[in-house]
T-cell receptor, first 112, second 117 residues
Framework: DQQVKQNSPSLSVQEGRISILNCDYTNSMFDYFLWYKKYPAEGPTFLISISSIKDKNEDGRFTVFLNKSAKHLSLHIVPSQPGDSAVYFCAASNQAGTALIFGKGTTLSVSS | EAGVAQSPRYKIIEKRQSVAFWCNPISGHATLYWYQQILGQGPKLLIQFQNNGVVDDSQLPKDRFSAERLKGVDSTLKIQPAKLEDSAVYLC???????????????FGSGTQLSVL
């Protein structure tokens, strides 16, 4: 039973355009969400996070939006760059402070 | 600042053999995690340590997997005997948190790619 779902296995975007990666969750106890980025043969690296008390968090080209009623979050990358090509994982944790639960990931390809 | 170190990077073994992975977390990080990432899936937690105590090992297949973090620093994960379905990347991560985790971001190592033939 997947608690964190990334339903799009892949996304292709042109350089300079917006990339939107989506994530849905089923556990209403989740209150902290993170996005990780992973290049081949490397471990995931932290990108951006959001607490459930917010509905938006911005860091440079990266913005995460949280819609608690829909149990949905999205990562926006503007403008997209070829170096953004990687696998993006959505992760969540709950109030009990358990370890992160990850989605299956979305592979983003940004073409120049 | 040195990152999370893992070794070996790659390991190929035959089914029923045993294998061990090593992890050295970032200095000062109290919490250490082992995740298993099967191809096409997201990382799945196997075990979480805080210092040298186990916080969560509910998803560790204890009939064949074992892990220890004896001095609260580095850790080893062992599989004995290995099965074909254990082929995966084994990721070690650490975080600074000394209380309930989940609010700290995790720092991951590069992982060990295990192939069981």
């Amino acid at each position: 039973d997947q608690q964190v779902k990334q339903n799009s296995p892949s996304l292709s975007v042109q350089e300079g355009r917006i990339s939107i990666l989506n994530c849905d969750y089923t556990n209403s106890m989740f209150d902290y969400f993170l996005w990780y980025k992973k290049y081949p043969a490397e471990g995931p690296t932290f990108l951006i996070s959001i607490s459930s008390i917010k509905d938006k968090n911005e860091d440079g080209r990266f913005t995460v939006f949280l819609n608690k009623s829909a149990k949905h979050l999205s990562l926006h990358i503007v403008p997209s760059q070829p170096g953004d090509s990687a696998v993006y994982f959505c992760a969540a944790s709950n109030q009990a402070g358990t370890a992160l639960i990850f989605g299956k990931g979305t592979t983003l390809s940004v073409s120049s | 600042e040195a990152g999370v170190a893992q070794s070996p990077r790659y390991k190929i073994i035959e089914k029923r053999q045993s294998v061990a992975f090593w992890c050295n977390p970032i200095s000062g990080h109290a919490t250490l995690y082992w995740y298993q990432q099967i191809l096409g899936q997201g990382p799945k937690l196997l075990i979480q340590f805080q210092n040298n105590g186990v916080v969560d090992d509910s998803q560790l297949p204890k009939d064949r997997f074992s892990a220890e973090r004896l001095k609260g620093v580095d850790s080893t994960l062992k599989i004995q005997p290995a099965k074909l379905e254990d082929s995966a990347v084994y990721l070690c991560a650490s975080s600074f948190s000394r209380g309930p985790s989940g609010r700290e971001k995790l720092f991951f190592g590069s992982g060990t790619q295990l192939s069981v033939l």
